[in-house]
């Protein structure tokens, strides 16, 4: 019954998060445009579709992704073996990134503008390279970050110095980087703290600073997701430099 209890909490919760969305375009709709949306019936049935589909995706999440990102890093961390916690650091922030949809998204739209302003072939195999491409780059970057970020965790690192290190780069690749790959680069860093790679890489953090002595789960354990955010912006404009040039 707990289970059921918190399913039906989990869609109350989804409903109210999208309440928000609702209002701004019904009002727009009704009071801007003063015109009833096309296609009515097929919007609302899209819009239970999204809110089953973001309550079924939290609450599995909870149930079961951030329990397993949690316990695999406190189990290897008791371990003591750094090149498996760093392995697998590297593992979560690629695959995690991979898989993100939002990522996949501005990735083919990016490829698809880049084609058509010629800054790459406009064939589908032009396209479909450059997307994954990119995709593949920022990937690798979130790794990195969240291989770096459990290090900071592991050695007491100070957050501060490494972030204003990393904007640093960042202005300095923009002065070099062509100018139609800076605003993809920027974007990038948003789309990859979405929701899958949120949850699972907040529990790494948390998980690792709970159990390594000496480190403060709410000191220590968060700022894994500003790396995540930070790296692909400056990946993304070493690839536009190599690529587009």
Not at 14 to 41: M, N, R
Not at 69 to 79: T, V, Y
Not at 104 to 115: I, L, P, R
Not at 211 to 235: C, E, H, Q, W, Y
């Amino acid at each position: 019954m707990s289970a059921v209890l918190k399913l039906f909490s989990a869609l109350l919760n989804s409903f109210k998060d999208l309440v928000p969305i609702i209002v701004v375009v019904a009002f727009f709709e009704i009071f801007v445009l003063q015109q009833a949306p096309d296609h009515l019936g097929s919007i609302l049935i899209g819009l239970v579709f999204i809110v089953l589909g973001l309550t079924f995706f939290v609450f599995g999440l909870e149930m079961g992704l951030f329990p397993i990102g949690e316990s695999l890093a406190q189990a290897l961390a008791q371990k003591g073996s750094i090149f498996w916690l760093v392995i697998f650091s590297f593992s979560l922030g690629f695959g995690t990134t991979l898989a993100e949809p939002a990522l996949t998204a501005v990735a083919n739209e990016a490829a698809q503008v880049a084609a058509e302003s010629g800054a790459i072939a406009n064939t589908e195999d032009a396209m479909d390279g450059y997307a994954n491409g990119l995709r593949l780059t920022v990937a690798i970057s979130v790794g990195l970050a969240i291989l770096l970020g459990v290090m900071r965790i592991i050695k007491g690192w100070p957050i501060h110095y490494l972030i204003i290190g990393g904007y640093i780069t960042v202005m300095v690749l923009t002065s070099f980087a062509p100018q139609d790959i800076i605003g993809i680069a920027y974007d990038s860093g948003g789309v990859t703290t979405s929701t899958i790679t949120v949850p699972l890489v907040t529990a790494l953090g948390v998980g690792l600073a709970t159990v390594i002595k000496g480190r403060n789960p709410m000191l220590d354990g968060f700022g894994l997701i500003a790396f995540a955010s930070l790296t692909p912006m400056i990946f993304v404009l070493l690839y536009g430099m190599i690529i587009l040039h």
